[in-house]
């Protein structure tokens, strides 16, 4: 392996996930409370072995099929963990199912109701996150939850997740919008916290631990606002090749 790319992840890594634990500690939490994922979409497999060489655990990807060449030469042993995060197509459903160890951005009952039947059949348990569009931008994936109305309907949809079977909630995922200043994306994650909260009063059954939430621009906020997990790509493996 490239001896100076691997250099260079290693240390952006480290410097990312030193930078993670201060802010976690400065907020009163405790920096282990908080995952670094990294997400190499985009990126060749190299930049994924950099990463899991460097001791990164959490590895994501945004489009299934790019991501199994890399879980297919990094494999997950030395217990690496693979990640989807973008929008699942329902033909990659299976290939979902199949190689990934959780999903971030579960966004509709139709794509629900088919992992829970492919995984079944798998006779596998896949763990999820309820993406939740917390900004109204027409422009992202989820459920909408912004009105009362929206909120309502989205409890409604959290009722039958609840009995799909081979489905594992595991909590909340969310993007903030694209904003001129860090310190403005930080009332999304906020909201995403509070709709955790209400969603755990409801459904105490189901596990509301985790928040996927902050991406490389503005993980801060998401960290003070109780972030579990961090999605960060450029700022540990640089710009996405165009
Ligand atoms: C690309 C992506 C990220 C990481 O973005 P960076 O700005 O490179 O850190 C996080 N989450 C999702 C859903 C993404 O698509």
């Not at 260079?8 to 634990?21: H, M, P, Q």
């Amino acid at each position: 392996m490239n001896t100076q790319l691997r250099e260079r992840i290693a240390e952006s890594y480290a410097r990312v996930c030193e930078e993670v634990a201060e802010i976690a500690t400065k907020a009163g939490r405790e920096p282990e409370s908080v995952r670094v994922v990294v997400v190499t979409k985009g990126h060749p497999v190299e930049i994924a072995q950099a990463a899991a060489a460097a001791g990164a655990h959490d590895l994501a990807e945004n489009y299934p099929e790019q991501g199994l060449q890399k879980i297919q030469e990094v494999g997950t042993g030395n217990g690496v963990q693979w990640h989807m995060i973008g929008h699942v197509q329902s033909r990659k459903v299976r290939m979902v199912v199949e190689h990934y160890n959780m999903l971030h951005s579960l966004d509709s009952m139709k794509l629900a109701r088919r992992l829970d039947r492919f995984a079944g059949e798998m006779q596998h348990k896949l763990p999820v996150l309820i993406q939740a569009n917390v900004s109204g931008e027409a422009s992202k994936y989820g459920w909408q939850a912004v009105s009362e109305d929206e909120k309502l309907k989205l409890a409604e949809d959290v009722a039958e997740l609840e009995t799909l079977p081979n489905l594992e909630i595991g909590g909340l995922m969310t993007m903030a919008p694209i904003v001129s200043h860090v310190d403005e994306a930080r009332p999304f994650f906020e909201r995403l916290r509070r709709l955790s909260e209400r969603l755990a009063d409801e459904f105490p059954k189901v596990s509301w631990r985790e928040l996927s939430m902050g991406m490389s621009s503005d993980y801060a906020g998401a960290i003070q606002e109780g972030a579990t997990l961090v999605r960060i790509g450029s700022a540990i493996v640089g710009p996405r090749p165009t």
